[in-house]
């Protein structure tokens, strides 16, 4: 069982038992191995969240660092997306959605119709703490359950290939976070 959890709440996201649901953050269940269609729709998923996110902080912040952080997100993760569709596509696997898939687009909503009600400050604060959180949780899924879970050698390679990338995310998330 992994738990990632966020002192602020804003995200909980855990695997291997039970799900359980609260106001402040979620878990969720994945019981059994996790199949490759499952690891293609949860990357597919986790890139489209931080895209989604990022066009919002672009449409919405107006502070530079923000702003630069967010367009940074808005092309990694769209570059990361668009490889993981032509890999999965090339190799016959058909993404399959599965609990937390769910659980993440669910969160999501939820963080992005919090961040719609913010403005100033409060948006920023609340939109680059998230980002934190969320590289953290994204960065624990896959080195603990996508690489160990992929049965296809390109697959598991493409997984390895993008973990620098998001904690150099996390790592300007932080810097960032540092000055708002
Ligand atoms: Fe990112």
């Known amino acids: 069982m992994k738990t990632w959890m966020k002192r602020t709440g804003v995200l909980i996201v855990s695997l291997g038992f039970m799900a359980c649901t609260t106001t ?65 596509t090339r190799l016959g696997v058909d993404p399959q959605n599965n609990d937390l898939v769910h659980a993440l687009g669910k969160q999501s909503m939820e963080h992005e119709a ?6 100033g400050g409060e948006f920023d604060k609340a939109y680059i703490d998230h980002e934190v959180a969320y590289h953290e949780a994204v960065i624990g899924v896959i080195k603990d359950q996508l690489i160990p879970g992929a049965d296809n050698g390109e697959l598991k390679d493409m997984l390895i290939s993008v973990v620098p990338a998001f904690e150099a995310h996390l790592a300007h998330s932080k810097m960032v976070q540092g000055k708002i």
């Open 114 to 119: 919090k961040l719609k009600t913010l403005s």
């Open 24 to 88: 402040s953050g979620y878990s969720e269940k994945a019981e059994g191995k996790l199949t490759d269609a499952n690891i293609a729709a949860i990357v597919v998923g986790a890139n489209k969240i931080d895209i989604s996110a990022a066009k919002l902080a672009l449409d919405q912040s107006t502070n530079g660092e923000i702003k630069e952080f967010a367009q940074r997100m808005a092309t990694d993760h769209q570059a990361v997306l668009d490889s993981a569709v032509k890999l999965v």
